[in-house]
């Protein structure tokens, strides 16, 4: 079983900064993939950004040049530093990772942490 605890999260002015992070425990073998998703009211969950073992990164076009995806892969903890921040970026932005356990592999999603962005 893997555990997801997501932190970061708050009110912020428009142009204002804000960085998530989302730490990964448990019989964890080996992570694969760490991902950020977002879903505002009224709207399907969408990728914001991601990033693989091998550190290569994708973002979301709405979102390039403003925010960041980082990885502490010692810590098994993805960040997330958002910069620029829009009232459009407002929505509920979720961790998820993907990996193995010894014999089986797991997609882990985190509980959810609010983001606002509004003066």
């Known amino acids: 079983q893997v555990h997801l605890v997501e932190s970061g999260g708050g009110l912020v002015q428009p142009g204002g900064s804000l960085r998530l992070s989302c730490a990964a425990s448990?019989?964890?073998?080996?992570?694969?993939?760490m991902a950020w998703y977002r879903q505002a009211p009224g709207n399907q969950r969408e990728l914001v950004a991601k990033?693989?073992?091998?550190?290569?990164?994708n973002y979301a076009d709405s979102v390039k040049g403003r925010f960041t995806i980082s990885r502490d892969a010692a810590k098994n903890t993805v960040y997330l530093q958002m910069n620029s921040l829009k009232p459009k970026d407002t929505a509920v932005y979720y961790c998820?990772?993907?990996?193995?356990?010894?014999?089986?592999?797991?997609?882990?999603w985190g509980q959810g942490t609010q983001v606002t962005v509004s003066s």
């Open positions: 990033i693989i073992s091998g550190g290569n990164t």
């Open positions: 998820n990772v993907v990996g193995t356990f010894t014999n089986a592999d797991f997609t882990s």
């Open positions: 448990g019989s964890i073998f080996e992570i694969n993939v």
